[in-house]
Nanobody, 122 residues
Framework: QVQLVESGGGLVQPGGSLRLSCAAS????????TYWFRQAPGKEREFVAG????????YYTDSVKGRFTISRDNAKNTVHLQMNDLKPEDTAVYSC???????????????WGKGTLINVSS
């Protein structure tokens, strides 16, 4: 049974930091690209960050470059998203996903987590 389970969400003040984690099971995690997507209220889901299966290459949407860092630990089947200097516009449900393809398109993901809410507010 494939599972992706996110943790680390919550309420944070503008300028603060959070670290999201996603634990994977039920598939060969180390051979998949892994991603973070987010969906804000009333908006479409968007790509945030991705990382190659080897961890050697990372990808970001422009709005988070320099603030967010994606990483993975294949020995522990986990992927993380370190988020710094958070802004109110980062408020969204953040979901991890995995795909055999390098892609920023949600419909090309093979597996999804249920998501965790990040609320950036003072």
């Amino acid at each position: 049974q494939v599972q992706l389970v996110e943790s680390g969400g919550g309420l944070v003040q503008p300028g603060g930091s959070l670290r999201l984690s996603c634990a994977a099971s039920g598939f060969t995690f180390s051979t998949y690209y892994t991603y973070w997507f987010r969906q804000a209220p009333g908006k479409e889901r968007e790509f945030v960050a991705g990382i190659r299966w080897s961890g050697t290459t990372t990808y970001y949407t422009d709005s988070v470059k320099g603030r967010f860092t994606i990483s993975r630990d294949n020995a522990k089947n986990t992927v993380h998203l370190q988020m710094n200097d958070l802004k109110p516009e980062d408020t969204a449900v953040y979901s991890c996903a995995a795909s055999s393809l390098l892609s920023r398109y949600a419909n090309l993901m093979n597996y999804w987590g249920k998501g965790t809410l990040i609320n950036v507010s003072s």
